[in-house]
């Protein structure tokens, strides 16, 4: 039974630690796809320049 507090607040500092991590996961996740999508379309408007100035 000595344990047990133990397990409760270990319990207790995981979903404490979770639920903060959460959303910086969240924010990082998102920052990941925004700077991959970014990189695309400049990347596709980089191209798009490149042909249209080759073309004239």
Not at 2 to 11: E, L, M, R, V
Not at 20 to 32: D, H, M, R, S
């Amino acid at each position: 039974m000595i344990f047990a507090p133990i397990i409760i607040t270990g319990i207790a500092f995981a979903i404490i630690a979770f639920t903060l991590i959460q959303p910086i996961a969240t924010i990082v996740l998102w920052g990941f796809i925004g700077s991959w999508v970014a990189a695309l379309i400049i990347s596709a408007i980089y191209i798009f320049v490149k042909t249209k100035r080759s073309q004239q």
